[in-house]
């Protein structure tokens, strides 16, 4: 089966093999069923082709072969992988056990009270111990552990003892280990241990460098993305341009044609050029270590390159879909891979849709332009709805960005790859190159952090099947453009293919994005306060420089995962849950599995729902402070303390008056935050020695009427914050509440009518950027119930 030159006769038995592995992964034994089924359909088709001389049976039987293939490979993985042991046996035990390392060592959340910051890698384990039993097999594993000690090095043998939970069957890892020990027992094999040392010597030089340019040289150069900061690592994924740091089949290209070119001027034959292109390029999949991607277009390089030495020089399109084949029948769970499948669609769609669409181009641009355009938009067109599934966000400037930064990482990655060859031999000679190559990752750097600073540079998009159907829809439509269909019929589908897939592109646009547009090109990026328009409850975000803080959640987890989403945070160097009401701890899920450390209130005695509500936190190993008077910490340039509960007033541990009241000061603003302090409490945090003067106030309960006249009228805010929602049955904010704040000359900002509220300050000046508009007389009208 071949279209306008492109051979695909491989490409239905990939997509087969890809679907199924995909679907058996959550129950790998149903494989065994899949490939005896599929096997026996095989036999029966390629009975009837024979007989009736059918070339499409073949096809068919290829097909089904594949997934009987994929189904088998997944049904013997699976009890491998995941024996049936592990279940109920070891998940939240102490556990001992024995594993290879796979992974270098990344920062995860950790602590933010003074502790060792912790790591997270992956092993492979072999034994797990727990009590007297004892399971075998080849477990994948992602170990958390305290950042004190040596890293580990891949291919080592360690030994853990820690807590284990055990994931689903179709998760990446089979378990996940909170290692409160680590050791190493073996070293890695001396194949294993030169890239290690390599690595090792090619980030400390690295080190030097400043800037972006330094933090992505090593991510572009080997695929170590460990010194990317959390916001250009941000702006790169917003700018589309992360694919620059993730090794795919441009370096292995690299590789191959220097190691070709240099076998050449050596003067070797054939068969040596391609033996040592070969080795070297198993070489560098293990330096650089091999993830989704690098073996994705390791694999499709090394098949292209057999080929050639075969005499049957292969086309990109087969080898990609053997290069697929093959890797799900190595492993299975490859087929759920995020990073497999936009490294496969991308390439794919670099064969297939690019060159159509650079033609049709041409007919308005040059061709350098057009061509240099239609390899981005076919890139980002194709990943498209599988980037909806991670993040519901359009990058509008994504293809300008890729054109202006795609010239800038082959030089970076070939100078930068001599220089980390040099390095072992000497620094000072490696010293010139690496400046070199910083340059140009310097430049993709700053390409990401300005288009990110341009209006509407992310429009929202639908989320979840929906989001990811109208992107399908908008990538078939861009098909259907570039497609020439050779009658007048496929014309005219072509044309009604198209224009019905503009029309649901423009309504989805107009409907999902027009609203929001307008407001987020206002939206102020370097805001210190913000009020998340979560309903009834309070969410109160801090920021300063790249660290964020969350004071409590809201009632519901969905508002506030779209508050965080649309502030652009990914994670908590902080949590505050100042109490256990349900609309400041009800929308935790949203959170918790971001979260660095928590302050939290003192549970009050016997308060089952509190309990769980800490429990949850230890489930997901956030340390844990219970905060009192004289705590204290810092976030950025901004410094917190607790002022309240102060332990002298047992008298008041209801939820409501052992609430937690931060200070928090810097960065130009001074805030006082009161939780749903009453007014005894208010005054008694005032007997403990008073308050200073403040900018900003988030008012008590939402501002019910239960206030101290003389603390609001003690701290004198310039403005103070409501957070409350629309319709309350409360009546918050109260006429009382309000007739306090204006008495102190306390300006008013509510979230139930300004939506989201975000306080910047320059110099001592604050400013207010608020989701919605409204009148000052209706800020200070009291809510109805």
């Not at 009975?47 to 189904?71: Q, T």
């Not at 040289?217 to 700018?239: F, H, N, Q, T, Y």
């Not at 990401?448 to 540079?457: D, I, Y």
């Not at 592109?505 to 939206?523: D, H, K």
Request: glycine letters at 12%.
């Amino acid at each position: 089966m071949r279209a306008r030159g492109l051979d695909l006769r491989l490409v239905p038995p990939a997509a087969a093999a890809w679907l199924a592995a995909g679907l058996l992964l959550a129950d790998p034994e149903a494989g065994w069923v899949c490939a005896a089924v599929s096997g026996l359909a095989a036999v029966a088709v390629g009975v009837i082709g024979f007989l009736r001389r059918s070339g499409i049976a073949g096809m068919i039987v290829v097909a089904l072969a594949a997934i009987g293939v994929g189904a088998a490979a997944t049904a013997i993985a699976g009890p491998v992988r995941h024996p049936p042991a592990l279940d109920g046996a070891v998940s939240g035990h102490t556990v001992s056990a024995v594993g290879t390392v796979d992974s270098g060592a990344r920062a995860a959340a950790g602590g933010a009270f003074g502790g060792g910051e912790r790591v997270s890698f992956h092993v492979t384990v072999s034994e797990v111990d727990v009590g007297r039993t004892s399971i075998t097999g080849r477990v994948p594993a992602l170990v958390y552990a305290s950042r004190a000690r040596a890293q580990p090095r891949i291919g080592e043998t360690v030994a853990l003892t820690g807590t284990v939970k055990t994931m689903p069957p179709e998760d990446d890892v089979a378990l996940t280990v909170y290692a409160d020990s680590w050791r190493e027992t073996a070293a890695p094999p001396a194949w294993l241990a030169w890239s290690d040392g390599l690595r090792t010597r090619f980030g400390t030089a690295t080190a030097k460098l400043p800037g972006g340019g330094g933090e992505l040289l090593p991510g572009i150069v080997i695929g170590d993305e460990s010194r990317v900061s959390a916001d250009l690592d941000a702006d790169m994924k917003a700018s589309s341009l992360s694919h620059l740091t993730a090794v795919s089949g441009s370096n292995c290209a690299v590789i191959i044609a220097g190691l070709l070119a240099v076998g050449a001027a050596a003067g070797l034959g054939r068969g040596a050029r391609i033996a040592g292109a070969l080795v070297g390029l198993a070489a560098f999949v293990v330096l650089v270590t091999p993830g989704a991607s690098v073996l994705r277009a390791a694999v499709m390089a090394a098949i292209v390159v057999l080929g050639t030495a075969l005499g049957r020089p292969g086309r990109a399109l087969p080898a990609l879909a053997l290069a697929v084949l093959t890797l799900l029948v190595v492993d299975p769970w490859l087929a759920r891979d995020y990073g497999f499948a936009l490294s496969v669609v991308a390439t794919a769609a670099l064969l297939v849709l690019a060159p159509p669409l650079a033609t049709r181009l041409e007919r308005w641009l040059p061709r350098w332009l057009a061509v240099g355009l239609s390899v981005p938009l076919a890139a980002q067109l194709a990943c498209q709805p599988v980037l909806v599934l991670l993040n519901p966000t359009v990058p509008l400037y994504g293809v300008i960005a890729n054109v202006l930064a795609e010239p800038a990482a082959p030089i970076a990655t070939v100078i930068g790859l001599i220089g980390c060859l040099v390095v072992p031999l000497s620094t000072h000679l490696a010293a010139p190159l690496l400046w070199a190559a910083w340059a140009p990752a310097s430049w993709i750097a700053g390409i990401a952090r300005t288009s990110t600073t341009l209006p509407a540079s992310a429009l929202p998009w639908p989320a979840g099947v929906i989001g990811f159907g109208v992107a399908v829809v908008l990538t078939l439509g861009v098909v259907a453009l570039v497609a020439r269909p050779r009658t007048v019929g496929g014309r005219r589908v072509r044309g009604a293919a198209a224009a019905a897939s503009a029309l649901l592109i423009v309504g989805v646009l107009a409907l999902q994005a027009g609203p929001a547009i307008a407001a987020r090109a206002a939206m102020p990026r370097d805001w210190v306060i913000g009020l998340c328009d979560i309903g009834q409850g309070d969410a109160i975000v801090l920021h300063s420089d790249t660290s964020y803080a969350l004071i409590d959640t809201g009632p519901d987890p969905k508002p506030l995962a779209d508050c965080m989403r649309e502030l652009g945070i990914h994670h908590l160097a902080l949590l505050v849950l100042t109490h256990y009401d349900s609309d400041h701890v009800g929308g935790l899920d949203a959170v918790v599995g971001m979260t660095g450390a928590a302050v939290i209130g003192t549970p009050p005695t016997g308060d089952a729902a509190a309990e769980h509500r800490v429990e949850e936190l230890r489930t997901h190993h956030v340390p844990i402070r219970f905060g009192t008077r004289g705590d204290q910490g810092a976030l950025g340039e901004l410094r917190w303390q607790v002022l309240w509960p102060d332990g002298a007033h047992p008298d008041m541990s209801t939820s409501n008056e052992g609430g937690v009241a931060l200070e928090i000061e810097g960065a130009g603003v001074r805030m006082l935050t009161l939780a749903d302090l009453d007014e005894k409490a208010q005054d008694a945090m005032l007997s403990d020695g008073g308050l200073p003067s403040v900018d900003i106030v988030k008012v008590a309960h939402h501002g019910s009427a239960d206030q101290s006249e003389k603390l609001y009228g003690l701290v004198h805010a310039r403005l103070g914050l409501i957070s409350c929602g629309a319709g309350n049955t409360y009546g918050h904010p109260t006429a009382k509440a309000l007739q306090l704040l204006r008495a102190a000359g306390t300006q008013v900002a509510r979230t139930d009518l300004e939506g989201t509220l975000l306080v910047t300050s320059h110099r001592g000046a604050l400013a207010l950027w608020s989701q919605k508009r409204t009148t000052a007389t209706a800020l200070w009208t009291p809510a109805r119930r």
